[in-house]
């Protein structure tokens, strides 16, 4: 999925960038109004964020050409000003979310997967739920549930649930895994992965010091295994 | 400025004005007719002098009258000589005890005047009973040989008579009493008579023209009165029969048809003549120049008030003005503030999950960035209060009620509180029984309850102790309750606690702060449908709030 994040800030602008990269998105940047439409027709992205008060175009205006031609489009507006005649006229102009600055990093994390559900939601195939251990990965809902309990998942967190379930019991190499969840040919350094894999554990494993859902395969990167009692019931039907 | 102080200003120019014009109007016109009184007062009082100087004219004639026909002999010669040699007579009469007319005895050879005379008054004269009758009872004399003559005339059957004949009975003076007025020629001629002890009937007609210009000559003089220039240039004029002019003076011309300003009814036996005086309309009506006055007086006090109300008004506007600039100097430095503030609050967020990451956990770098973090917060709520207190004063705020779970709010605020509370040495308690959805704007809680919580950590932080209690009554209100084991709050200031600025007393007011938390919170709950209270306490302080929302049905 593309992003893209107009902000005549840089720094909030790199920093939002980062923020949602690291949920496992793709993302383009643009620094005024005028170049956020052209990169908007170039890069097509899937979900748009914008600054009200930038130069040459504002927000609003961005807002509403975006609109014309994509109806669908989920489109978040970020402002200084968050009085409620500001959001009235945002959503006036088809906005669907309303960030007012200074925002928590969570915010805009819940905010953007918010968004994301509802792209899933719109899509014409929704990705389907798959089961891993006693985990039932909900793609779509970027959640996880296991006993009746939610587990909150990123973008990226279900694209590397998803490469390693869809090759379970084989090792799966860092760069592939990189390549598939960062959308990037060039890993940085192997401590990007190997950080998210240990956060995501911190959540999806039970006893993440000894994992049973994302296995390390030393050398060479991770590896999901079936359990023999789970092996029957829904992957072959 | 807004409409109603503007229409508040125009009312209070007008209103005073119009008064004043009205009271003006009452009073001028009330001058007016005391000034057409006074006016007239003065023209009758004048007319009434006339009036005595002709009554007192006639009082003379009379006696003279009764000493002429004091005649006992009648002697046609010596009474034709009587006649023909006194001008004021224009023929006398003689009528013996029987009632026969001795002279002029139409019987024997008249002159001219004898012959007039009897020609014209030979009705009163020849009818002896109608003699008797008017001449006795219409005079009433105080003569004892006359008794058992009282019949009254009637007036009809007088007037039937040949001769036009008009008499009046009012104001009969004892001495003038044998006056008798008979018309013929030219008008009413004036007759005297009296009955001599030997019982015959002695009568004077006068001369017309003669006893006529006798009292005119007697009118005061006018014109002496008119040259002095405050006095009014008129007219007066005797008039007989309601309209025929004998005689008038003065300067002054009236256009014809003009009522006369002042007229008087002479007595008897000038009582045909009526005396009128006229003057210039606008001497009576004075009150013009009044109108005048009152106009530019008028005009006068509605510039000033004018004046005076655009003063107040531009005054009161460039203060609105000024007022506004502030209010959206203080929005436009806290919208700037925001964007430092997301940068550094949005970096320190992402350290901190790069720290979380990092193998060996540097707990010095995390308690330096815990620090950016909580005085980021701390400056956001700060600029979010200075925000909301202007929003109030432009009463722009509004309520964007949410489905929430009260209680997962306050926790989440709780949270963010945590290390400052940790670092402070606060116990926080929590006693939270509000798990229910209820329609409640999230943001708005969330700052009310910031407020309470920094409001602890600010002047009750030595109780080393908070709790926050959370309840729904009524199945729709939230009920939340911050306590302390603080100070507390001075009995007498409890109510003042909410009122901006309040920084309470000396030693709590040396504690950082707007002073503008406890408002917002009131302002906001009440925003909300609530209230904010103060609570009871052993010790400390104890804040209640209520916000009512909507239940999740």
């Known amino acids: ?237 | 400025m807004t409409r109603s102080p503007k229409t508040l200003l125009i009312l209070l120019v007008a209103l005073p004005l119009l008064l004043l014009g009205w009271a003006g109007l009452q009073l001028l016109s009330l001058e007016d007719r005391q000034v057409e009184e006074n006016v007239r007062g003065l023209l009758t009082d004048r007319l009434t002098e006339t009036k005595r100087v002709l009554a007192a004219e006639i009082q003379v004639k009379a006696s003279e009258m009764e000493q002429l026909t004091s005649i006992d002999s009648y002697d046609v010669d010596s009474l034709r000589a009587i006649v023909r040699d006194d001008p004021r007579l224009f023929q006398l009469f003689v009528i013996d005890p029987n009632d026969f007319i001795v002279y002029p005895d139409p019987r024997s050879q008249l002159n001219q005047t004898e012959r007039e005379f009897l020609l014209n008054a030979s009705s009163l004269i020849n009818d002896r009973l109608l003699q008797k009758s008017v001449l006795e009872t219409q005079s009433d004399p105080p003569d004892t040989t006359q008794k058992g003559k009282t019949t009254r005339l009637n007036l009809l059957s007088a007037a039937a008579s040949p001769s036009e004949i008009i008499q009046k009975s009012e104001e009969k003076q004892p001495t003038a009493g044998r006056w008798f007025v008979w018309y013929w020629g030219p008008g009413f001629h004036l007759i005297y008579w009296q009955r001599r002890p030997n019982g015959y009937l002695v009568g004077a007609a006068l001369d017309r023209s003669k006893w006529i210009s006798d009292l005119i000559a007697e009118l005061p003089d006018t014109s002496e009165a008119e040259l002095s220039p405050n006095a009014a240039p008129s007219q007066s004029q005797i008039v007989e029969s309601g309209s025929k002019v004998i005689y008038k003076w003065g300067r002054f011309r009236p256009t014809s048809g003009v009522e006369p300003s002042a007229e008087l009814q002479l007595p008897y036996p000038l009582s045909a003549w009526e005396l009128q005086t006229f003057v210039p309309t606008d001497f009576v009506t004075a009150g013009k120049n009044g109108v005048y006055v009152l106009v530019a007086g008028l005009i006068l006090s509605t510039l000033a008030l004018s004046g005076l109300a655009i003063l107040i008004d531009r005054e009161y506007g460039r203060e609105a003005r000024q007022a506004e600039q502030r209010v959206s100097f203080v929005n436009q430095v806290s919208h700037e503030l925001r964007t430092p503030l997301t940068n550094i609050r949005m970096y320190a967020e992402l350290l901190e999950r790069d720290f979380e990451n990092a193998d060996p956990p540097s707990t010095d770098s995390n308690r330096r960035l815990n620090v950016i973090l909580n005085e980021s917060h701390r400056l956001s709520r700060l600029i979010g209060n200075v925000l909301t207190f202007a929003r109030h004063d432009k009463q722009s705020l509004t309520v964007c009620p949410r489905m929430i779970v009260p209680d997962e709010t306050v926790v989440e605020v709780v949270e963010r509180f945590r290390p400052v509370l940790d670092r402070m040495g606060i116990e926080t308690v929590l006693q939270l029984d509000a798990r229910k959805t209820l329609a409640i704007d999230a943001d708005l809680l969330e700052q009310i309850l910031e407020n309470l919580i920094s409001n602890v950590e600010k002047y009750a932080c030595d109780g080393k102790w908070m709790r926050i209690e959370t309840g729904i009554l009524d199945e729709k209100v939230l009920r939340l309750v911050v306590s302390d084991r603080g100070p507390g709050l001075p009995e007498r200031e409890s109510c003042r606690v909410f009122e901006p600025f309040w920084r309470g007393t000396d030693e709590i007011s040396q504690a950082a702060g707007t002073g503008i938390g406890l408002t917002i919170v009131r302002s906001l709950a009440r925003l909300h449908g609530g209230d904010a209270k103060i609570g009871p306490a052993s010790s400390g302080a104890s804040f209640v709030v209520e916000l009512r929302g909507v239940a999740d049905a």
């Not at chain 1, 956020?36 to 609003?60: N, Q, T």
């Not at chain 1, 990093?105 to 891993?132: D, G, H, K, W, Y």
């Not at chain 1, 040919?185 to 994302?214: A, C, F, G, M, N």
Request: glycine content about 6%; overall charge negative.
């Open chain 1, 1 to 237: 999925m593309k992003v893209l994040i107009a902000e005549d800030d840089f720094h909030t602008r790199e920093g939002l960038a980062d923020v949602i990269r690291s949920e496992g998105y793709e993302v383009v940047t643009a620094s005024c109004g005028k170049s956020a439409m052209r990169m908007f027709e170039v890069s097509r992205p899937d979900c748009v964020c914008l600054d009200i008060m930038m130069p040459e175009k504002s927000g609003y205006e961005v807002c509403r050409m975006i609109r014309q031609s994509s109806p669908n489009l989920p489109i978040l507006l970020i402002s200084a000003k968050s009085e409620e005649v500001d959001r009235l006229v945002g959503f006036e102009l088809g906005a669907d979310d309303f960030i007012s600055k200074p925002f928590s990093v969570r915010e805009v994390v819940a905010r953007i997967r918010a968004v994301t559900r509802r792209c899933f939601q719109l899509s014409v195939e929704p990705p389907a739920p798959f089961q891993m251990g006693d985990l039932e990965i909900l793609p779509a809902e970027l959640r996880a549930r296991r006993n009746g309990e939610t587990i909150e998942l990123s973008l990226r967190d279900v694209q590397i649930l998803e490469l390693l379930f869809r090759r379970q019991g084989q090792p799966v190499d860092r760069q592939t895994l990189f390549r598939h969840a960062w959308g990037e040919e060039y890993l940085p350094s192997s401590r990007t992965l190997d950080q998210h894999v240990s956060q995501l554990r911190k959540r999806i494993e039970i006893d993440p010091k000894s994992p049973e859902l994302i296995q390390t395969v030393h050398g060479v990167g991770y590896r999901y295994e079936q359990t023999d009692d789970e092996k029957q019931p829904p992957g072959r039907a």
